[in-house]
Nanobody, 115 residues
């Protein structure tokens, strides 16, 4: 059984930092492309960042230089370090594992950026 479990997040003031972590089990983690998506109220889910099995990363333009995705294959985890957060970063953040064109999703973690 595949499990994708997010942790972290919460409430932070503008300019602050948060860190999300995602633990994955039940798949060959080292081969999977891992990604973080987010969905704001009334909006569609969008890709924030992804990282391939080889460590290549890709970011949405609005988060470049502020958010960093990383993975630890030994621990089967992927993280999203979020710095200099803005109110428009407020959303539910979802961890995604893509393996052989199959998607596995976490339950989501709420991040709120507000003063």
């Amino acid at each position: 059984q595949v499990q994708v479990v997010e942790s972290g997040g919460g409430l932070v003031q503008p300019g602050g930092s948060l860190r999300l972590s995602c633990a994955v089990s039940g798949i060959i983690f080292s081969v999977a492309t891992m990604a973080w998506y987010r969905q704001a109220p009334g909006e569609q889910r969008e890709l924030v960042a992804d990282i391939t099995s080889g460590g290549d990363t890709n970011y949405q333009d609005s988060v470049k230089g502020r958010l960093t995705i990383s993975r630890d294959n030994a621990k089967r985890t992927v993280a999203l370090q979020m710095n200099n957060l803005r109110p428009e970063d407020t959303a539910v953040y979802y961890c995604n594992a893509n393996l052989f064109k199959r998607d596995f999703w976490g339950q989501g973690a709420q991040d709120t950026v507000s003063s």
